[in-house]
């Protein structure tokens, strides 16, 4: 993918998730998704290059970063826990939508559940029936 493609495809699956707030808090060059007022997604650019920083699975941040040139640690963030992603010809709409999915659900399994918008194991399992049944 490449130059702002990246961000639109991110920012269109993070907002069309429940609970999925477009905020500014660090000013207008600083785009933030958040789900109950928890941090699941930023954007902004890096020198000129567009990037989108996403909460990640340790191991699987480690991973990403080892298999493609696209994704590193971080920018100013935990270089554990989350990933940058620039443009370039390793990714594509599918994992980019993937890895935004997966940061939403590691912020929505710490909220205590009765904050949770869904439930973090089940979402999008195809599922219509509540937890209960």
């Known amino acids: 993918m490449q130059g702002s493609r990246v961000q639109r495809v991110a ?3 993070a907002l069309a998730l429940p609970g999925a707030t477009l905020e500014w808090p ?3 060059d600083w785009d933030v998704v958040k789900v109950r007022g928890k941090v699941f997604l930023l954007m902004a650019e890096l020198r000129g290059q567009p990037i989108v920083i996403l909460k990640a699975d340790p191991v699987d941040a480690r991973l990403l970063c080892q298999d ?3 994704v590193t640690p971080g920018y100013h963030m935990n ?3 989350w990933i940058t992603l620039s443009p370039g010809p390793g990714l594509d709409e599918a994992l980019v939508q ?4 997966d940061s939403y659900l590691l912020v929505v399994a710490g909220l205590p ?3 949770q918008p869904v439930d973090p194991e089940r979402f999008g399992l195809g599922s219509a029936a509540p937890p209960d049944e």
């Open 11 to 13: 920012l269109d699956r």
């Open 26 to 28: 660090f000013g207008p």
């Open 68 to 70: 493609l040139a696209e």
């Open 79 to 81: 270089k554990r826990h």
């Open 98 to 101: 993937d890895l935004v999915t």
């Open 113 to 115: 559940r009765a904050q």
